[in-house]
Nanobody, 127 residues
Framework: QVQLVESGGGLVQAGGSLRLSCAAPSRTFRPYIMAWFRQAPGKEREFVATITWSGGSTMYSDSVKGRFTISRDIAKITVDLQMNSLKPEDTAVYYC????????????????????WGQGTQVTVSS
């Protein structure tokens, strides 16, 4: 079982930046796609961004487009989320997800399409 490990969360003022990182502990793990989701208190886990492993194609939710950037390091098997111009509504627990096989339906934006998850990292944006 692959357990992803997130890091980089914290407390930041509105307008600030944070960088999250997600690592796959297994050196043999080769995902097809990796993603970031987030879950605010009382809300469902929602899609933030995805990146395909081989081609590096990215997709973003409308709420973060232009402010967040997802990237991956193939050698280290890590995926990062650079978050700029943070807003209080970005406050949530951020989760890294991974899927090892091909996914196209719904742009692979559904949490049910991901088999591997991390434990989450808290991001709090103060106003």
């Amino acid at each position: 079982q692959v357990q992803l490990v997130e890091s980089g969360g914290g407390l930041v003022q509105a307008g600030g930046s944070l960088r999250l990182s997600c690592a796959a502990p297994s050196r043999t793990f080769r995902p097809y796609i990796m993603a970031w989701f987030r879950q605010a208190p009382g809300k469902e886990r929602e899609f933030v961004a995805t990146i395909t492993w081989s081609g590096g194609s990215t997709m973003y939710s409308d709420s973060v487009k232009g402010r967040f950037t997802i990237s991956r390091d193939i050698a280290k098997i890590t995926v990062d989320l650079q978050m700029n111009s943070l807003k209080p509504e970005d406050t949530a627990v951020y989760y890294c997800g991974a899927r090892s096989d091909y996914c196209a339906a719904y742009g692979c934006r559904l949490k049910s399409q991901y088999a591997y998850w991390g434990q989450g990292t808290q991001v709090t944006v103060s106003s």
